[in-house]
């Protein structure tokens, strides 16, 4: 720095250099923007009313712009509830749809799909177990004593099944007569087993219907779940070997008719 050079210099005080007044009051006109419009002095916005559609302020709309957006809320309201009614009614059917209409067990089609999910995870578990149970004298209580008479039955086996199941148990009803359950452990000596408990069970006291007594009957049909095989075709051993076991019931009755019969002319 030169000390024989004279350099200028600018006031000290609150006023600063015109110059720097001049630049400062541009830059604050051109942050803020007129604030005024007109000898009224108040902003033209001012007496809009202020409503936020997806985080734009309507007082920022043209007034036909804001009009037609009026009108899209009031036609999309309706159609809202709709929407919420639709997914209400779709709930519903979803769980009548898991649900038996009147046994305290999964129907048909909730039984199949966590057979299905079974399946497709048996990596690294012991082979589960299918069991499916058929009524044997259900047709005959509908035939002689009516449909109801039939449901209570029905309700009395599902009773029965419901309460001897394990926590990694799944049951069901297929239909009609027949029952499923999948057993995650214990394998096929196991299922038959409790395929024994449950008929002992089931046909200990007679179901009273009115005044009469049926004892009910129950056959079984095992198959092992192979984690290749699909829940149709896991279903269809299971209903083979019940069918099995329905023909040897069949037979071991059709010899003793003969006996009872010898007996009595005897």
Do not use: C
Not at 94 to 109: A, D, I, N, Q, V
Not at 176 to 198: P, T
Not at 225 to 253: C, H, P, Q
């Amino acid at each position: 720095m030169d000390v024989n050079r004279t350099h200028a210099t600018a006031p000290v005080g609150s006023g600063g250099s015109k110059q720097e007044h001049k630049r400062d009051s541009e830059d604050e006109n051109k942050e803020t923007g007129p604030e005024t419009d007109g000898a009224s002095g108040s902003s033209p916005r001012q007496d809009t009313e202020a409503f936020a559609i997806d985080g734009l302020l309507a007082g920022d709309l043209d007034p036909k712009v804001s009009q037609a957006f009026e009108s899209l809320a009031a036609q999309i309201e309706p159609l809202r509830r709709e929407v919420e009614l639709s997914r209400g009614r779709e709930a519903h059917l979803r769980e009548l749809s898991e649900k038996h209409s009147f046994l305290p067990l999964s129907g048909r089609r909730e039984f199949l799909r966590e057979l299905t999910h079974i399946l497709s995870h048996l990596e690294g578990l012991n082979p589960p177990v299918l069991i499916v149970m058929h009524l044997v004298n259900g047709d005959d209580i509908r035939q002689r004593l009516g449909r109801s008479a039939l449901d209570g039955a029905l309700i009395y086996v599902a009773s029965v099944i419901e309460s001897s199941l394990h926590p990694t148990d799944v049951a069901g009803n297929l239909g009609g007569n027949d029952f499923g359950l999948v057993l995650l452990a214990g394998g096929r000596e196991h299922a038959e087993n409790r395929v024994e408990q449950l008929s002992k069970s089931i046909s200990a006291r007679p179901y009273l219907w009115k005044s009469e007594g049926v004892t009910l009957r129950v056959v079984a049909g095992i198959a092992v779940l192979d984690g290749n095989a699909s829940a149709k075709a896991a279903m269809n051993a299971a209903d083979g070997d019940l069918l099995r076991s329905i023909s040897s019931v069949a037979a071991a009755k059709s010899q003793a008719e003969p006996e009872d019969s010898k007996d009595k002319g005897e």
